[in-house]
């Protein structure tokens, strides 16, 4: 990741990447052009979906995903596919769906600027 983040914040992250798993972003790139059936969710801010995100994805910012994933995805079994920026918040929001009971959720490694890099 390009960012600097404190060195307690990657901490959490690399926790939370202990117990989850990941895909790149060719991986998620090829599951989409298969036409896999999954749900693909960006938790980055408003703003920045709304500045650019991966077409069919749905935006559920990290700070409110956690409140609403139950009614947007009722199924605990389903595939979910979770990006953000560069894979951080992403990581530990999975890990947070994962302790809800969601059995199949993972984190898009590389984040949005994966997906940008693959797709230029």
Not at 7 to 25: C, G, M, Q, T, Y
Not at 57 to 70: N, W, Y
Not at 94 to 110: C, E, F, H, P, R
């Amino acid at each position: 990741m390009s960012k600097k983040h404190s060195k307690k914040f990657v901490e959490l992250v690399d926790d939370a990447l202990s117990r989850i798993p990941e895909l790149s972003p060719r991986e998620v790139a090829e599951k989409l052009e298969s036409g896999e059936e999954f749900e693909l969710i960006d938790v980055r801010e408003k703003d920045e979906f709304d500045a650019g995100h991966i077409p069919t994805a749905k935006h559920f910012s990290k700070g409110v995903i956690e409140r609403d994933i139950e009614s947007a995805v009722p199924d605990t079994e389903k595939e979910i596919v979770l990006y953000c920026g560069g894979g951080y918040r992403s990581a530990l929001a999975a890990d947070n769906l994962q302790k809800m009971g969601y059995k199949n959720v993972i984190s898009m490694s590389g984040g949005w600027r994966g997906w940008k890099e693959l797709k230029e």
